[in-house]
T-cell receptor, first 113, second 110 residues
């Protein structure tokens, strides 16, 4: 089945220690998105890639970076995690064009000690 | 930007009951998606519905784009329906941008 895969599902890191979250997709979609979701809140878009073009949301902290080495993979790097970065991180993909559905991966739950 | 509001914020049902969740959006959108977030955190696509009515088993959705609202109907609810239901307005900006509502937290009791 075509899908969006995230690894790891659970990640524990220490305050200030860089961490990388991974997303891959078999849907061959042009667009990949990263969201942050904190407890009892809706997902919040951090940034997205349209092919190789990176689009950052205005209020995304500089601490968050992303890489997309090819169509299938996208990474979220948190350079110096703080306690406030503990959250669920969701990756999503969609085709290009305004009438394409967005599909989400299972998420990575990040704990910062 | 687009504002999306959902009601009710919380809902408790007895197993077997029916319910209607509402989503209002402030401006025209290209599309509207409904999701169910399960207890493990995964967002599961329910409907992709810019207008009209769609049905999938016990669930159905209706979007009236001209009046800027969408409804999600759950019939004969089951405990596995518990979780958070999000609607999201979709607009294009170098990607399909989702503006999420605040969600409806549903608990179905056996």
């Amino acid at each position: 089945d075509a899908m969006v895969i995230q690894n790891p599902r659970y990640q524990v890191t220490q305050f200030g220690k860089p961490v990388t979250l991974s997303c891959s997709q078999t849907l061959n979609h042009n667009v990949m998105y990263w969201y942050q979701q904190k407890s009892s809140q809706a997902p919040k878009l951090l940034f997205h890639y349209y092919d190789k073009d990176f689009n950052n949301e205005a209020d995304t902290p500089d601490n968050f970076q992303s890489r997309r080495p090819n169509t299938s993979f996208c990474f979220l790097d948190i350079r110096s995690p703080g306690l406030g970065d503990a959250a669920m991180y969701l990756c999503a993909t969609s085709g290009s064009g305004a009438y394409n559905e967005q599909f989400f991966g299972p998420g990575t739950r990040l704990t910062v000690l | 930007g687009i504002q999306v509001e959902q009601s009710p914020p919380d809902l408790i049902l007895q197993e077997g009951a029916n319910s209607t969740l509402r989503c209002n959006f402030s401006d025209s959108v290209n599309n509207l998606q409904w999701f169910h977030q399960n207890p493990w955190g995964q967002l599961i696509n329910l409907f992709y519905i810019p207008s009209g009515t769609k049905q999938n088993g016990r669930l159905s959705a209706t979007t009236v784009a001209t009046e800027r609202y969408s409804l999600l109907y759950i019939s004969s609810s089951q405990t596995t329906d518990s979780g958070v239901y999000f609607c999201a307005g979709v607009y294009w900006n170098a990607g399909n941008m989702l503006t999420f509502g605040g969600g409806t937290r549903l608990m179905v009791k056996p």
